[in-house]
């Protein structure tokens, strides 16, 4: 069973949508919870984090974490070309400690002009 | 500032090769990592050090060894490798204890084994 688990896409969206990221974990102690943005070639890029249920927004983001569902989604309003990347979807298990992160397979959004 | 500088942004070495990749940040952090990344796959743990100690090693090979001098700094010393180490590798930091674990990675470092 995988423990991050994430639709690898690609996932096409028009400029101006939301676009909406999903991920699922394995682990119901996992305690931390992390978007990252990957443009090809580059390196991880941490958009968003949540610990608690329930909706944190930050500009154009929006991270939405359910512990009963273990599930954990992103949405990007206003969506535009610069968008277009890898999302990675990241759970750490601690919640007072440094254990690393666990990586879904991570998402390809496109975003149409 | 959220700085991690890893060098070199390339490498390229034989399989009887010995190199170091370095790897420092001076955020405060307490926690560094080390990740492999091959192509169209996502990052994957190697190794971290919690406290400039050894704290998690997820059975990599002994080809590939850790060192951490100092809080700033994470080196990663490589020998023998072999053509299918070739990936980016990662090094990440963030804080070790509580719930701000938020990581941030260097730009990495391509390594390319012939």
């Known amino acids: 069973q995988k423990e991050v688990e994430q639709n690898s896409g690609p996932l096409s969206v028009p400029e101006g949508a939301i676009a909406s990221l999903n991920c699922t974990y394995s682990?119901?102690?996992?305690?931390?919870f992390f978007w990252y943005r990957q443009y090809s070639g580059k390196s991880p890029e941490l958009i968003m984090f949540?610990?608690?249920?329930g909706d944190k927004e930050d500009g154009r983001f929006t991270a939405q974490l359910n512990k009963a569902s273990q599930y954990v989604s992103l949405l990007i309003r206003d969506s535009q070309p610069s968008d277009s990347a890898t999302y990675l979807c990241?759970?750490?298990?601690?919640?007072?400690?440094?254990?690393?992160?666990?990586f879904g397979k991570g998402t390809h959004l496109i975003i149409q002009p | 500032d959220t700085e991690v500088t890893q060098t070199p942004k390339h490498l390229v070495m034989g399989m009887t090769n010995k190199k170091s990749l370095k790897c420092e940040q001076h955020?405060?952090?307490?926690?560094m990592y080390w990740y492999k990344q091959k192509a169209k796959k996502p990052p994957e743990l190697m190794f971290v050090?919690?406290?400039?100690?050894?704290?998690i090693n997820e059975s990599v090979p002994s080809r590939f060894s850790p060192e951490c001098p100092n809080s700033s700094l994470l080196n990663l010393h490589l020998h023998a490798l072999q053509p299918e180490d070739s990936a980016l590798y990662l090094c990440?930091?963030?804080?070790?204890?509580?719930?701000?674990?938020?990581?941030?990675f260097g730009q990495g470092t391509r390594l390319t084994v012939v």
């Open positions: 990440a930091s963030s804080q070790s204890g509580g719930m701000n674990t938020e990581a941030f």
């Open positions: 682990d119901r102690g996992s305690q931390s």
């Open positions: 949540i610990y608690s249920n």
């Open positions: 990241a759970v750490n298990k601690s919640g007072g400690g440094a254990d690393g992160l666990t």
């Open positions: 955020m405060g952090h307490r926690a």
């Open positions: 050090y919690s406290y400039e100690k050894l704290s």
